[in-house]
Every structure is written in C-alpha cells, then in structure tokens.
C-alpha cells in the first residue's frame, strides 16, 4: 500500500479542489446569464459555450480533469473524493474571511463535517491493494471475487 | 424550483447527471488504474505519449462520453432547477454511489472510515448549500 504522497501528488490534489470548485462557480454564473433552457431548445446549450463565464468555467474544468485523472492513476477514487468536496469548504472560507459574507451555523457545520471526511482520507493510504484477477475492468477472466472489508 | 419544472422531471434530470457522473468517475478511475502512475508515463514517454496512452483506453472513452454527456445535462439541470436543491442533490447521490460502486465495481478497499467520509461529505455538502 502506498500510505505518503509527495509533494508534487499533494498540489496536484490541491488543484483539484481550487479547480472543480471555481469551474462549478463559473459555470452556474454562466448559465443564470444564459436563462432557461428548455426541452426543446437543446441547442441553446451550444449558444452558452460563447459565454465568457462558461468559457472560462470550462477551461478551469478541463484543468480539473486533468488533474483528476492523474490523482486517479495513483490513488483510490475514495481517496480523491473528499478532495473534490474539499473545494466546496475553500470557496466558503473565502467568502466569510475575503468577501466578509455571512456564513449560517448550518454551513459552519457543512465546513466541520467536509473537514473530518478529508481528515479521515489524509490518513488512510492512497491506494488500497486488489487483486488484479478481481478487477472487472483489468482484464478477460474473472475467477476470484474480492470480499472488500464492509461495515 | 425555478421555471414550474415538474417534480417528476426535476428528480429524473438528477437522477441522470449523477448516473452518468458516477459511470464516467468509475470507468476513468479505472483506465487510470489500468495505465498506471501519469506521472511515470509523462517521464517516460513525454507528454504526447501520455495523452496517446490515455486517448488509447477504451474504458476511458466510454467514461469521457459519459462525463461529456454529464456536462450538458448539468447545463440542462442548473437553468431549471434551483442551485441551491441541484447541487446538493446531485453531490450527495455522487458521493454516496461513488463510494458504492468503488467497492463493487473497482473492488476498492472501502473500509468504515471511508463510508464515514463519503457520509460526511454528503451531509456536509448538503449543508453548505443550505
């Protein structure tokens, strides 16, 4: 198991909170300028990507993928979930202590849950070790099933 | 909800865009699993040989077409729905079918920390939102 990551795998877990938090922001910024799309007028998706907030939603999105996917390849995507949502907690932070916004006793506890989660990943390892021949999507033959460890 | 969208419609639309978030994370997880460290492979085959490896995974295909396809249902879902019921809804389903289809899809090792995790990130965001 690979229990420490280095410092390069940590601001690349660090870009994916900074990144999916701020496309997701862009993105319905974005789409309240664009209005409602109905049913019908499915193209008018394809008119909201000349919107500069979809635009640049996108691209932070795009870096989010990548970094995603380079997270994936050397830990869990249990491990690199709580991550995601970590991103959620720095854009709260930013608003109370940046934007001085009020912050309800509600989100504070969002923010002290959201932590915990990521404080019980941080310490857990990185990747869980499988058995490759229980890996559906490693290769043809399945011939041992993997009991996982459940509740 | 913003626009009178039905009940009905506005539980299928997020039903959708999680669906298809969690078949795209889980099948890109896996390619990712497949291919190995990125980090090796760009050291090793640069750049352009890395983004060749990643484009010649069909599990990664078959999971970007679903991520893309989240996209627009994404777009679709946030200018019907109110934000505030479509992004903890949709956050919460991930997390938690994340979670479930890691351990019987990815056979990861999701032990008790790691379902109180995805729990208390699925609380967590929902309250945020509030």
């Known amino acids: 198991m690979k229990h420490r990551l280095s410092l390069q795998q940590y601001l690349i877990l660090l870009t994916v909170m900074i990144t999916a938090s701020l496309g997701d922001t862009l993105l319905s910024r974005g789409m309240s300028q664009i209005g409602a799309v109905d049913l019908h007028h499915l193209l008018l998706l394809f008119r909201a990507l000349a919107n500069l907030n ?4 996108t691209i932070l999105l795009v870096g989010f993928f990548a970094s995603y996917m380079t997270a994936l390849s050397w830990a869990d995507l249990t491990f690199v979930m709580p991550a995601t949502a970590f991103g959620n907690v720095m854009i709260a ?3 109370r202590f940046w934007l001085h916004e009020h912050l309800s006793l509600s989100r504070w506890i969002g923010i002290l849950l959201i932590t915990c989660a990521v404080g019980f990943i941080a310490n857990s390892p990185a990747r869980t070790e499988h058995s490759p021949d229980s890996d559906p999507f490693a290769g043809p033959k399945l011939t041992q099933v993997d009991p996982g460890i459940g509740l | 909800m913003t626009h009178h969208t039905s009940t009905a419609v506005t539980w299928t639309a997020i039903a959708c865009v ?5 078949a795209g994370e889980v099948l890109i ?6 291919l190995g460290d990125l980090d090796l492979i760009r050291a090793k085959s640069g750049l352009p040989g ?4 990643v484009l010649g995974s069909p599990l990664f295909l078959v999971g ?9 249902a994404q777009l679709f879902l946030v200018s019907r729905v109110d934000l505030s019921l479509a992004l903890p809804a949709v956050g919460s389903c991930t997390y938690v079918g994340n979670a479930i289809a890691a351990k019987y899809f990815l056979h990861e ?22």
């Open chain 2, 29 to 34: 997880a896996a390619a990712m699993r497949n």
């Open chain 1, 93 to 95: 932070l930013l608003s």
């Open chain 2, 64 to 72: 970007a077409f679903c991520m893309a396809f989240n996209y627009f």
């Open chain 1, 54 to 57: 979809i635009i640049a939603g």
């Open chain 2, 18 to 22: 999680a669906l298809f978030a969690i």
């Open chain 2, 109 to 130: 090792n999701v032990d008790r920390r790691r379902w109180m995790a995805a729990l208390f990130v699925c609380v967590g965001v929902y309250l945020l939102t509030k």
């Open chain 2, 50 to 53: 890395t983004i060749r490896a």
